[in-house]
């Protein structure tokens, strides 16, 4: 079975500050990991994969598979990361995605 | 292309109506797929497609159908609509199986009373 865990449901950070949403899962192969990310009132998009070993946004998120983690981290946040973050978990059998249970994360000015 | 879309974007139901969630793409995608968002348990799978004519269920199945006759579309029903089902679906679609990006559509708030 796979499994994803966010620990924290909301997060709050001021502008300029590092911010780091975390994401534990939980899954017996080799997992590929995303972050989605939910703008108010807009629909759920791709933020980075970690196959891609990208930098999005100034986002960055490196897996461990040794703390089976995939902490997104940005080190300087901006009022426009303001939004809702999943976590999420494809494994080998194919396009199923489990999902965390979403970070909100509000940048305050 | 208008990517992937769902209607309605708001619907109230009475429990024990029926109802089917409308979802369409014109990417030429294999994979769609129904998720559920409810607070604090992020997206749920409902119902998932590999291809016309192929469904199989997800981790949340029950009380819902869906049907994919076509490549482009893939509705979902509700056969007997309960508070429980009270959500936001959202639809996805991807090019094909394997672990590449989805696309979602905007959403259906649905309300049952």
């Known amino acids: 079975a796979q499994r994803v865990t966010q620990p924290e449901k909301l997060l709050s950070v001021f502008k300029g500050a590092p911010v780091e949403l975390k994401c534990n899962y939980s899954y017996s192969g080799s997992p590929e990991l995303f972050w989605y990310v939910q703008y108010s009132r807009q629909r759920l998009q791709l933020l980075l994969r970690?196959?891609s070993r990208e930098s999005i946004k100034g986002f960055t998120a490196d897996l461990n598979k040794g703390e089976t983690s995939f902490h997104l981290k940005k080190p300087f946040a901006q009022e426009e990361d303001s939004a809702m973050y999943y976590c999420?978990?494809?494994?080998?059998?194919?396009?199923?995605?489990?999902f965390g249970e979403g970070t909100q994360l509000t940048v305050n000015p | 292309n208008a990517g992937v879309t769902q209607t309605p974007k708001f619907q109230v139901l009475k429990t024990g109506q029926s109802m089917t969630l409308q979802c369409a793409q014109d990417?030429?995608?294999?994979?769609m797929s129904w998720y559920r968002q409810d607070p604090g348990m992020g997206l749920r799978l409902i119902h998932y497609s590999v291809g016309a004519g192929i469904t199989d269920q997800g981790e949340v199945p029950n009380g819902y159908n869906v049907s994919r006759s076509t490549t482009e579309d893939f509705p979902l029903r509700l056969l007997s609509a309960a508070p429980s089902q009270t959500s936001v679906y959202f639809c996805a679609s991807s090019l094909k199986t394997g672990p590449i990006e989805q696309y979602f559509g905007p959403g259906t708030r649905l309300t049952v009373t």
């Open positions: 970690h196959i």
């Open positions: 990417m030429n995608h294999e994979y």
């Open positions: 999420a978990l494809s494994g080998t059998s194919g396009s199923r995605l489990t």
